[in-house]
């Protein structure tokens, strides 16, 4: 069975609909697609404990964001600044735009 393509995509504004981050909201930094996973700026950290290496010079505790699933997360559109479903429509010249279903405006520019 083939997956289907996620509709979310880098530097999109998201906001968390489910667990500890509930109601946060941050831009994508990044999509998995295999695994159906999004990293969000400044939601879900987690602490790493790392060692002095070459790249980084200093050891200790680091902060980094960790992956979301993406059924937890709905874009936020950016005309009507709710959050809201996606949906395709097909432009005159062939090609295909996502649209936010509130207000009918294309999200992709």
Not at 24 to 47: H, S
Not at 49 to 57: D, E, M
Not at 67 to 84: F, Q, Y
């Amino acid at each position: 069975m083939r997956k289907k393509h996620p509709m979310i995509k880098k530097n999109d504004k998201v906001i968390v609909l489910s667990g500890k981050e509930k109601g946060k909201i941050g831009a994508v930094l990044k999509v998995n697609t295999e695994k159906d996973r999004v990293i969000v700026e400044k939601v879900n950290m987690v602490k790493r404990h790392s060692k002095p290496t070459g790249k980084t010079a200093q050891g200790g505790i680091i902060e980094k964001e960790a992956s979301i699933h993406i059924s937890n997360l709905m874009v936020v559109c950016n005309k009507c600044a709710d959050p809201t479903r996606i949906g395709m429509r097909r432009l005159e010249d062939g090609s295909k735009v996502r649209v936010c279903k509130k207000c009918n405006e294309p999200m992709d520019e």
